[in-house]
């Protein structure tokens, strides 16, 4: 189910509020993919859902381990950073498609590096610099993801 929205973000704040805002939306199971060049607010954006689902501490950017695991209260939240990202056969090797699961929360940011090894995201999020900041287009892809984006706010 396909639904959009759009914000301009001022400043870092802004990408951290909106992001709280949509976490509280959130259930189990769900993926969202970050694109958007470097420096465009993808790592800044998941530390705000990570503040949003209760996560104080810091949130290094996964570079070269490709994914940093969080286990939260409710359910395990995997922060994936795909640039460094190169063979696909380390995809399975590294048990990666497991961590795709009903119970867990994937944010992938470099999702094109994955190319079609990656299943179909709820939430796909699309970052880019402008004169006043930042322009953040939201764009769902399941009723999941749908209802998620209406309530963000
Ligand atoms: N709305 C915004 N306006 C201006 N700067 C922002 C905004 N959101 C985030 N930033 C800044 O942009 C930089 C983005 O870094 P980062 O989140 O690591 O980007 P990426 O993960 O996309 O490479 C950070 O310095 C952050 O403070
Ligand atoms: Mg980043």
């Given at each position: 189910m396909i639904f959009d929205s759009n914000y301009d973000l001022k400043d870092e704040s802004e990408t951290l509020r909106l992001a709280q805002s949509m976490a509280i939306h959130l259930h189990p199971g769900m993926n969202l993919y970050l694109k958007g060049e470097?420096?465009?607010g993808k790592t800044t954006f998941v530390r705000g859902l990570l503040r949003g689902l209760g996560y104080q501490d810091k949130v290094k950017s996964p570079?070269?381990?490709?994914v940093e695991p969080y286990s939260l209260e409710k359910f395990t939240f995997y922060h994936f950073d795909?640039?460094?990202?190169?063979?696909?056969?380390e995809w399975d090797d590294a048990g990666?498609?497991?961590?795709?699961?009903?119970?867990s929360i994937c944010v992938v940011e470099w999702p094109e590096k994955a190319g079609h090894i990656l299943p179909e995201p709820d939430i796909s999020i699309e970052l880019s610099h402008e004169s006043f900041g930042r322009h953040i287009h939201l764009i769902s892809h399941t009723s999941l993801g749908a209802e998620c984006l209406k309530a963000t706010i």
């Amino acid at each position: 189910m396909i639904f959009d929205s759009n914000y301009d973000l001022k400043d870092e704040s802004e990408t951290l509020r909106l992001a709280q805002s949509m976490a509280i939306h959130l259930h189990p199971g769900m993926n969202l993919y970050l694109k958007g060049e470097l420096g465009a607010g993808k790592t800044t954006f998941v530390r705000g859902l990570l503040r949003g689902l209760g996560y104080q501490d810091k949130v290094k950017s996964p570079t070269y381990t490709l994914v940093e695991p969080y286990s939260l209260e409710k359910f395990t939240f995997y922060h994936f950073d795909l640039y460094r990202f190169k063979d696909e056969h380390e995809w399975d090797d590294a048990g990666f498609r497991e961590y795709f699961n009903k119970a867990s929360i994937c944010v992938v940011e470099w999702p094109e590096k994955a190319g079609h090894i990656l299943p179909e995201p709820d939430i796909s999020i699309e970052l880019s610099h402008e004169s006043f900041g930042r322009h953040i287009h939201l764009i769902s892809h399941t009723s999941l993801g749908a209802e998620c984006l209406k309530a963000t706010i």
